[in-house]
C-alpha cells in the first residue's frame, strides 16, 4: 500500500489540540480525514500512536503523518453531464444541480460531482485529499449554485487559502416563510453539532460553537413568503439554514430546520448559492461567477407574484 508521509516539528508557542493543529499545518487535508488518521493509527507523536484527536502537543515535539493512498480506487469515475460555467489550467466552476452530492460519502457511493469529475478530468485524482479530489468548498445536497473545484495542486492551496482567511465572497438566494423580523438584518450566532441528533447542526447555547456570521436582504415580499439575498461571512455547515430557522423564517421546503409540512411543494428546498468572488491562481483582482436560477426555483416565484397581482 502507497502511503505519503509528513513530519511536522511543533514550533515554539504551539500548545494545542493535535487534530487542530494537523488541520492548520496541513490545509491539503480535512479535519475530519486528521481525525480518520489519528483513530487508525497513522499519526505518531514522538515515536509514539496518538489515541486521540485532542492530545495535547508541546513545542520540541515531532509529529509524524502516514497518509495512505488506498482509499483513491474506491472512487469510480462516471459518465455524467457537467453545467460547466467556466474552466482554464487551474480551475472548473460548476452550476451544481439540486439533489447532487459533491463527493462520495457515507449513504452515497455513486453519482457525485467527484465521481463525474473523474470522467470528465481524471488528472484531478492527484489534486487534493484523497478521498475528495479538487473540492474546495461543499453545498448541501439540495442547494443549487456555483461551485469551484481545483485541478491542480497548486490552484487547491491557493483556493483553500482565501476560503479559509475568508477572502472571497458568497452570495445565496433563499425563499423563506414567514418574514424576517427586519428588512435588512446581520446574524451573529455560533453554531455547533446538535447533542440529539448528530446530523443536524444548532446555535450554539451560551456562546457555544463556532463563530458564525450571515447577512440577509430582503429582495421580495410575498403574502405568506419572503425573498432573500443572504451574505456568507462565515461559512459554518448548513449555516444559512440554521440561521434563518433561528430568527424564525426556515428555508422553504427545509424539513429539517422548517416546517415538516412544505408550505410549498417542491422536490427539496429553495436555496441557490447565485454567486462566487474569488481570486483564480496567480491573479491579483478577484473573478466573480454566477449561476442562473434553476427552472423549479423561477416557477415558484412567478406563481407567488402571479398569487399577488391577483390577490393585491
Same mark, same amino acid.
Not at 472512487?75 to 489550467?89: G, K, R, S, Y
Not at 473545484?149 to 433563499?174: E, G, P
Not at 444559512?240 to 409540512?261: A, C, F, W
Given at each position: 500500500?502507497?502511503?505519503?508521509?509528513?513530519?511536522?516539528?511543533?514550533?515554539?508557542?504551539? +500548545?494545542v489540540?493535535? @487534530?487542530?493543529y494537523l *488541520?492548520?499545518q496541513?490545509?491539503e487535508?480535512? /479535519? %475530519?480525514?486528521v481525525?480518520?488518521l489519528i483513530?487508525n493509527?497513522?499519526?505518531?507523536?514522538?515515536?509514539?500512536?496518538?489515541?486521540?484527536?485532542g492530545?495535547?502537543?508541546?513545542?520540541?515535539?515531532?509529529? !509524524?503523518v502516514?497518509?495512505? @493512498?488506498?482509499?483513491?480506487?474506491?472512487?469510480?469515475?462516471?459518465? $455524467?453531464?457537467?453545467?460547466?460555467?467556466?474552466e482554464n489550467? @487551474?480551475?472548473?466552476?460548476?452550476?451544481?444541480?439540486?439533489?447532487?452530492?459533491v463527493?462520495?460519502?457515507?449513504?452515497?457511493?455513486?453519482r457525485t460531482?467527484?465521481?463525474?469529475?473523474?470522467?470528465?478530468?481524471?488528472? $484531478?485524482?492527484?489534486?487534493?485529499e484523497?478521498d475528495r479530489?479538487g473540492?474546495?468548498?461543499?453545498?448541501d445536497?439540495?442547494?443549487?449554485?456555483?461551485?469551484?473545484?481545483?485541478?491542480t495542486?497548486k490552484?487547491y492551496?491557493?483556493?483553500?487559502?482565501q476560503?479559509k482567511?475568508? +477572502?472571497?465572497?458568497?452570495? &445565496?438566494?433563499?425563499?423563506?416563510d414567514?418574514?424576517?423580523? %427586519?428588512? !435588512?438584518?446581520?446574524?451573529?450566532?455560533? $453554531?455547533?453539532?446538535?447533542?440529539n441528533?448528530? %446530523?443536524?447542526?444548532?446555535?450554539?447555547l451560551?456562546?457555544?460553537?463556532?463563530?458564525?456570521?450571515?447577512?440577509?436582504? %430582503?429582495?421580495?415580499?410575498?403574502?405568506n413568503?419572503?425573498?432573500?439575498e443572504?451574505?456568507?461571512?462565515t461559512g459554518r455547515?448548513?449555516?444559512?439554514?440554521?440561521?434563518?430557522?433561528?430568527?424564525?423564517?426556515?428555508v422553504?421546503?427545509?424539513t429539517? &430546520?422548517g416546517? /415538516?409540512n412544505?408550505s410549498?411543494?417542491?422536490?427539496?428546498?429553495f436555496l441557490?448559492?447565485? *454567486?462566487?468572488?474569488?481570486k483564480?491562481?496567480?491573479?491579483?483582482?478577484?473573478?466573480?461567477?454566477?449561476?442562473?436560477?434553476?427552472?423549479?426555483?423561477?416557477?415558484?416565484? *412567478?406563481?407567488?407574484?402571479?398569487?399577488? /397581482?391577483?390577490t393585491?
Amino acid at each position: 500500500m502507497k502511503q505519503k508521509e509528513y513530519q511536522i516539528l511543533v514550533q515554539p508557542g504551539e +500548545d494545542v489540540r493535535i @487534530d487542530k493543529y494537523l *488541520s492548520d499545518q496541513l490545509p491539503e487535508i480535512s /479535519r %475530519t480525514r486528521v481525525k480518520r488518521l489519528i483513530e487508525n493509527g497513522y499519526v505518531n507523536l514522538d515515536g509514539l500512536a496518538v489515541e486521540k484527536g485532542g492530545t495535547k502537543i508541546k513545542p520540541g515535539q515531532t509529529i !509524524t503523518v502516514l497518509v495512505p @493512498d488506498d482509499e483513491v480506487d474506491s472512487l469510480v469515475p462516471e459518465d $455524467i453531464p457537467l453545467d460547466i460555467l467556466f474552466e482554464n489550467a @487551474d480551475v472548473l466552476v460548476l452550476n451544481k444541480a439540486a439533489g447532487m452530492v459533491v463527493h462520495p460519502g457515507a449513504g452515497n457511493s455513486s453519482r457525485t460531482l467527484v465521481n463525474a469529475l473523474l470522467a470528465y478530468y481524471p488528472p $484531478i485524482r492527484s489534486v487534493g485529499e484523497v478521498d475528495r479530489p479538487g473540492v474546495v468548498h461543499r453545498l448541501d445536497k439540495e442547494t443549487s449554485g456555483v461551485l469551484i473545484f481545483a485541478k491542480t495542486d497548486k490552484a487547491y492551496k491557493w483556493l483553500v487559502k482565501q476560503f479559509k482567511s475568508r +477572502d472571497m465572497q458568497k452570495t &445565496y438566494l433563499a425563499l423563506v416563510d414567514g418574514a424576517p423580523p %427586519t428588512p !435588512t438584518g446581520r446574524i451573529e450566532a455560533p $453554531i455547533e453539532r446538535d447533542h440529539n441528533i448528530r %446530523t443536524k447542526m444548532a446555535v450554539g447555547l451560551w456562546g457555544q460553537g463556532k463563530p458564525a456570521v450571515s447577512e440577509y436582504y %430582503t429582495m421580495e415580499r410575498f403574502k405568506n413568503q419572503t425573498y432573500l439575498e443572504v451574505h456568507l461571512i462565515t461559512g459554518r455547515t448548513h449555516q444559512i439554514r440554521v440561521h434563518l430557522s433561528y430568527i424564525g423564517v426556515p428555508v422553504v421546503g427545509d424539513t429539517l &430546520y422548517g416546517h /415538516r409540512n412544505q408550505s410549498i411543494e417542491m422536490s427539496g428546498f429553495f436555496l441557490h448559492a447565485k *454567486s462566487l468572488s474569488i481570486k483564480l491562481f496567480g491573479e491579483r483582482a478577484p473573478r466573480s461567477f454566477e449561476a442562473p436560477l434553476p427552472a423549479e426555483l423561477e416557477n415558484i416565484l *412567478s406563481e407567488l407574484r402571479r398569487i399577488e /397581482r391577483k390577490t393585491g
